[in-house]
Nanobody, 118 residues
Framework: VQLQASGGGLVQAGGSLRLSCAAS????????MGWLRQAPGKERETVGT????????YYADSVKGRFTISRHKAMNTVFLQMNSLRPEDTAVYYCAAKLRGSASYHVWGQGTQVTVSS
């Protein structure tokens, strides 16, 4: 599997952005897709995940109710819709994939910068 992320940018607080992660090279039915982020000077954190086959999602408390992860099976693409953005959401966002049952992600897309101005 290869992942290609896109959609980052600069937005004012309260605004919205949608990130995309296009997958290629393999079927994703056995994968968990994740969005993670890393802000300067901070550890990388998981924003949320989606089970590709069922579409079941998980969100970090910090983004719950503001961010939504979805997938489009025909496009082999995962989306991260980010609403009500805050300056503390500023980070490099990564999409990643791991096989179900795996402890860690083994496929990573390139990061995309999200900057939220106050």
């Amino acid at each position: 599997v290869q992942l290609q992320a896109s959609g980052g940018g600069l937005v004012q607080a309260g605004g919205s952005l949608r990130l995309s992660c296009a997958a290629s090279g393999s079927t994703l039915s056995r994968y968990v897709m994740g969005w993670l982020r890393q802000a300067p000077g901070k550890e990388r954190e998981t924003v949320g995940t989606i089970l590709w086959s069922e579409g079941k999602t998980y969100y970090a408390d910090s983004v719950k109710g503001r961010f939504t992860i979805s997938r489009h099976k025909a496009m082999n693409t995962v989306f991260l819709q980010m609403n009500s953005l805050r300056p503390e959401d500023t980070a490099v966002y990564y999409c990643a994939a791991k096989l179900r049952g795996s402890a860690s992600y083994h496929v990573w897309g390139q990061g995309t910068q999200v900057t939220v101005s106050s």
